[in-house]
């Protein structure tokens, strides 16, 4: 089985900063894109940014300029570097990957969540 763990969220004022980080562990065989999505009370989970394999980033327009998505495919994780957050960036921060396991199986699999929230 595959287990994703996320880690680095918390309370920060606005105008500040957290990292990110997702970690997947478990009998993989390989890993194709990873992203970071959220998800407001009431909303849909949106796309945060994604990466893949090679480093091709993709971003939502209300965080590109402050987020920065990187990967380190050797330790199979994915971190998400917040600069400048905003009190609208709180939320629940989940990550996400495409997953190959050693059984050849491709899934997607999600991480528990990480809570996000800026002060103002």
């Known amino acids: 089985q595959v287990q994703l763990v996320e880690s680095g969220g918390g309370l920060v004022q606005a105008g500040g900063s957290l990292r990110l980080s997702c970690t997947a562990s478990?009998?993989?065989?390989?890993?194709?894109?990873m992203g970071w999505y959220r998800q407001a009370p009431g909303k849909q989970r949106e796309l945060v940014a994604t990466?893949?394999?090679?480093?091709?980033?993709t971003y939502a327009d209300s965080v590109k300029g402050r987020f920065t998505i990187s990967r380190d495919n050797a330790k199979n994780t994915v971190l998400l570097q917040m600069n400048s957050l905003k009190p609208e960036d709180t939320t629940v921060y989940y990550c996400?990957?495409?997953?190959?396991?050693?059984?050849?199986?491709?899934?997607?699999?999600w991480g528990q969540g990480t809570q996000v929230t800026v002060s103002s």
């Open positions: 996400n990957a495409d997953v190959r396991a050693w059984s050849r199986t491709r899934l997607v699999y």
């Open positions: 478990g009998s993989i065989l390989s890993i194709y894109d």
């Open positions: 990466i893949t394999f090679g480093g091709s980033t």
